[in-house]
């Protein structure tokens, strides 16, 4: 192992099913810092044990973990207990974040507007979910971020193959009502009151399918920010996206998914604690709609890291 000190070490690949595109967001966070003449280093936790960036002499974490072991609590407890700041939310926020399931009962709990949904397992039946939640609908793993065994339902006759492809990365995975409409996303920066949306972002991909290709791979999709909407609707959609985000007790930054229907009307979809930074991703795309290039935007994220637990004592 080559030894590395600095100050800033910026987490990437993981062990995660988004390791491919954690490399990328990472690399781009670590060139954004090293522009700016922060002392940082790659650290890759698939590769190195944690307890190492103590050894290191690490004072803070720059998160660009996506997914499993990353962004789902786990790393942020062991950097908690490790005394080492780290961007983004910590624990709590985390793990309910990344689990949709439990990410969309406290927006029920709360009234705020989110597809209905039922929890599935590989033992689900076609029939339930069709007799629960009509069609169409997606079956998504509960777990699993950029799209990964995700499929959109439109006969009962494809639903066998979408439970076992979204089953097959989590075991608990969830069917929700599908909303036909316009994709929005709202990215977040602060936490509390102090929270503010930046601009939203439509996305407009081919057929409506932004998967994992197409999210990351191709020119295909097309983005547009800020996304036209008139003024009090953008307004609602912010607000609304702040308020799932605090809900959860996010905190750092984030970025909300959202879609809006046929009538405008807009549904919460899910939040993402440790958004992409790659060339094709959504919060620096918002963030230069306001003047805010990658590397400010880098740097006021590492700004903000800090220990959630110790700061609540």
Known sequence: MTERKGEVAVLMGGASAEREISLRS???????????????????????????????????????????????????????????????????????????IRTKQIWSFLGLPTPQSLAIGPLSQPHEIVAALGLPVVVKPCREGSTLGLSKVHRVEELEAAIALATRSDALSLAEQLIAGRELTVAVLGEASQARALPIVEIRAPEGNYDYQHKYFTEDTEYLCPAPLDAELGARVQALAVRAYAALGCSGWGRVDLMLDAGGNPWLLEVNTSPGMTDHSLVPMAARALGISYADLVLRLLDAASLKLRAAA
């Open 26 to 100: 990472g690399r781009g966070v670590l060139a954004a810092l090293q522009s700016r003449g922060v002392q940082a280093f790659a650290f890759d936790p698939a590769v190195q044990p944690l307890d190492d960036l103590r050894r290191l002499g690490v004072e803070r974490v720059f998160i660009a973990l996506h997914g499993r072991y990353g962004e789902d609590g786990t790393v942020q407890g062991a950097l908690e207990l490790l005394g080492i700041a780290y961007t983004g939310s910590g624990v709590q926020a985390s793990a309910l974040a990344i689990d949709k």
